[in-house]
């Protein structure tokens, strides 16, 4: 009897590669840790800035309408350099978003997670209330130094 189809084997090749990759894995950890200098994103104040003042319709701070972003870069013990974007927007009209891209220099891998929400101020406190509704709030205290943004006592750039 013959069969119009082959078999199907067992995925060898497959199975060596995640051998490969175990192997490279472990390898990996055997070196010492290697420290990254440079701009490690927006650095932190050193002087207090202004807190929250100025209001929108929307009861929020209109100095914290607009993009707000910072990148953290750091290598890994096996040597791989990887960053991590993060970027806040507020709306005019209460809404805002954060988006975070994960990404891995060395090998050209992404990932990225974006976060809707609702903002208003209340003293010099952000209150992010995350959609859907009833999937959680944050509070960050936040204040102006410069042109920066220090939210929870992260410094973000303005975009």
């Known amino acids: 009897m013959t069969l119009p189809f082959a078999p199907r084997s067992a995925p060898r090749p497959r199975l060596a590669w995640a051998c490969l990759l175990a192997v490279l894995l472990v390898a990996g950890c055997e070196g010492s840790p290697v420290t990254i200098t440079g701009n490690a994103g927006a650095p932190r104040p050193t002087n207090p800035g202004t807190s929250g003042t100025g209001t929108t319709p929307a009861r929020g701070d209109a100095r914290l309408v607009g993009g707000w972003s910072r990148t953290i870069l750091l290598q890994d013990n096996t040597g791989a350099v990887h960053a991590s ?75």
């Open 85 to 159: 974007r993060t970027t806040w927007r507020f709306g005019t009209n209460a809404l805002a978003t954060r988006s975070v891209v994960a990404s891995n220099l060395t090998f050209g891998l992404v990932d990225s997670v974006v976060t809707s929400a609702r903002w208003h101020t209340q003293g010099a406190s952000v209150v992010i209330d995350y959609l859907p509704e009833g999937t959680g709030s944050a509070r960050f205290d936040y204040l102006f130094q410069g042109t920066m943004l220090i939210l929870g006592g992260i410094a973000f750039e303005r975009q």
